[in-house]
């Protein structure tokens, strides 16, 4: 490959030009533990500005090609032929590093959500995410029912109070770690994700996870990922909110501050001034998975980025 032609330095805007090609696709699916070919060979092109659909009945393998088309296979699924070229870049031969850095900023998968055609109530659209430096804030329902003090009680991280069932959010483009419906004793129903910034971040309580939200599923910024609740260690609904490893307070985030008035209300006014910053303990069973940069500047919101619905 021509050193040219990589992303980041090759950004050909011409509508017409092809963005994606993918030849000979096959994918197989692992089931009672045997491999079996679930994608035998497609070939698509995709052009800058086209929108391609793809029909098929469910299990067809629509997600899996979807998802493939950012040179992702899920688990259980492995791609072992073809080639997924987007915009010059073989995703199949293609680091994890570098698909990485596509990921969320300019190729992204949107799942279907069960959570995010629940009714809204019209308090909880008030509260809708506002992009802010590519992060929403995490949880809806707006400066009248959500609200935040600067410090945590124990460690760094932020107990965002909110009436149960609120819908909480994605808070950037992700990949989501971890994800557990079944209550942890401390922080009850939650998940882990690492934002496209390298950031990781632990939400916990949830009364309900969004189904979709399975390990190794790409989130958008605002996708919903379940509501607000108070299982586990909570003494009333909240969401706590925190970076892996437990570093710095969110709320000391230039993002996070960015939404107070819009989306939350601090409960207290002033930051506490010198006040002593307890040790970082990350939450007992949650590995701290990874060690990035606490800050890192978030670049401005991306064009050209593929979508896939389903
Ligand atoms: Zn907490």
Known sequence: MNASRSPATRRDDAPGVTLLEIRGLR????????WHEIVKGIDLTLRRGEVLGLIGESGAGKSTIGLAAMGYARPGCRITAGTIRFDGTDLAQASEADRRQL??????YVAQSAAASFNRTVGSLLGAPDASSGYVFPVGGGPGVVSVAHTHHDYPAADIAAP??????ALANSV??????????????????????????TYCHLAVLDPAVT?????????????VGATGDATGPH??????????????????????????????DEPTPGA????????????????????????????AV????R
Do not use: K
């Not at 994918?27 to 533990?33: H, T, V």
């Not at 892996?244 to 409960?267: C, D, I, L, M, R």
């Open 176 to 201: 989501v770690q971890r994800s557990w419906s079944t209550p942890d004793p401390r922080c009850g129903i939650g998940l882990t994700l690492q934002a496209y910034d390298g950031q990781v971040w």
């Open 276 to 303: 002593p910053q307890p040790m970082a303990q990350p939450i007992r069973g949650l590995a701290a998975v990874h060690q990035g940069p606490v800050f890192r500047v978030v670049p401005a919101a991306p064009t």
């Open 27 to 34: 994918i197989e699916g692992q089931s009672e533990e045997a």
């Open 164 to 169: 149960l069932g609120e819908p909480a959010y």
């Open 215 to 227: 390990p190794g599923a790409v989130l958008s910024a605002g996708q919903q990922v379940g509501l």
């Open 103 to 108: 990921w969320g900023s300019r190729i992204a």
């Open 306 to 309: 593929v979508l896939f619905s």
């Open 239 to 268: 969401l706590h909110l925190q970076l892996q490893p437990a570093t710095s307070y969110p709320q000391e985030e230039p993002w996070f501050q960015g939404f107070a008035g819009t989306a939350f209300s601090w409960q207290d």
